[in-house]
């Protein structure tokens, strides 16, 4: 594509990948849309991350490499933000790999639909990548549609699917020190967009491996999940009441979840977290259950917690020995 192109800003948070680290450095730098600013945030890697990183800046110019002490994702991500200077802005996780054409079909979404922000859906590659050309639709949707999806059926959270118009982050930063902090500030930025355009192909090339955030067994970081949900749901009930639904939904999701994985820990470290949670079922629990967006077994649980842990532990270990057997 001509150089005359609007700059994109391609933003890597960079931390202990170095087997991956150039198979997404390559990815980015083979697309189609070839004016691009690559800035690789070296998130203070203790392994050859930051020397990989610098011995691409001297091959390639459009690459910016940041080296940091280690704050964390949403640090780093901050730190790219605020160095940036595209019309535009993209995120790549570096354990991950972009579609060769990603970033030019994503802004000829934005360009035909006159959109902020265009989105394309996820392979979830378990080892190799599969070579995937298909040539779906894309359709533009209004933010009401797109955010009750997201809420609802628990998918198009992540940052890094997305081409975003550089204003939607002129007064937004991603939280330091969180983690799973794609929800909240994803949400933000769809009630920013009238509309959205969403590219059905899977371009973006989700790698799924063992220690990473998402991946990782129970630690007391998955509790930012609670923090985050709480906050959606009550911005949604102050300024779009008729949706906070489905942001509750979310969040009572999100409270069993952890208290399914936490409820048979006995370490000293996770006894106030599953404390919080109980106090907040008991305190959401009478609009909970009133909710038509939370399921049958999902209410039966949240009363079973209510009522008490160790009510709460037995029902969820019959919850469990029945999805098992289902299977």
């Given amino acids: 594509m001509e150089k005359t192109l609007p700059l994109i800003s391609v933003i890597v948070p960079v931390y202990k990948v170095e087997p991956y680290l150039r198979r997404c450095i390559d990815s980015i730098r083979n697309q189609t849309y070839t004016n691009l600013e690559i800035i690789l945030v070296d998130d203070g890697s203790p392994d050859n991350c930051g020397c990989i990183c610098d011995e691409y800046a001297q091959k390639d110019k459009r690459i910016l490499v940041i080296h940091q002490k280690n704050e964390g994702l949403s640090a780093a991500r901050n730190s790219g933000l605020d160095r940036c200077t595209g019309a535009y802005i993209g995120f790549v996780d570096s354990d991950d790999c972009i579609h060769p054409e990603m970033y030019e079909r994503l802004y000829q979404d934005i360009c035909t639909y006159h959109t902020r922000l265009a989105f394309c859906h996820t392979n979830m ?57 794609d929800y909240a500030i994803t949400m933000y930025i769809y009630d920013m967009c009238d509309r959205i355009a969403i590219n059905y192909n899977k371009l973006y090339n989700y790698c799924i491996r063992e220690n990473s955030i998402c991946t990782s067994p129970l630690n007391l970081k998955k509790f930012d999940q609670i923090d985050n949900t709480l906050e959606v749901m ?48 008991r305190r959401y629990y009478s609009s909970a259950i009133h909710n038509p967006y939370i399921l049958f077994k999902q209410k039966i649980l949240l009363t079973s917690a209510r009522i008490s842990p160790l009510c709460f532990k037995l029902l969820f270990r019959i919850y469990l020995m029945i999805q098992k057997m289902k299977k």
């Fill in 125 to 181: 590659c378990y080892g190799s990548i599969p070579d995937i050309n298909k040539n779906l639709p894309t359709e533009c949707k209004n933010k009401e549609y797109v955010i009750l999806k997201s809420m609802t059926e628990n998918i198009w959270w992540a940052a890094w699917t997305k081409l975003y118009e550089r204003s939607l982050f002129e007064k937004l930063r991603y939280p330091h020190g969180k983690t799973n902090e």
């Fill in 234 to 281: 009550q911005y949604m009930e102050q300024k779009h009441p008729t949706w906070k639904p489905a942001a509750e939904f979310v969040f009572i999701t999100t409270l069993l979840k952890l208290l399914g994985m936490s409820i048979g820990n006995t370490e000293k470290q996770y006894i106030p977290k599953k404390q919080e949670v109980f106090n907040l079922i």
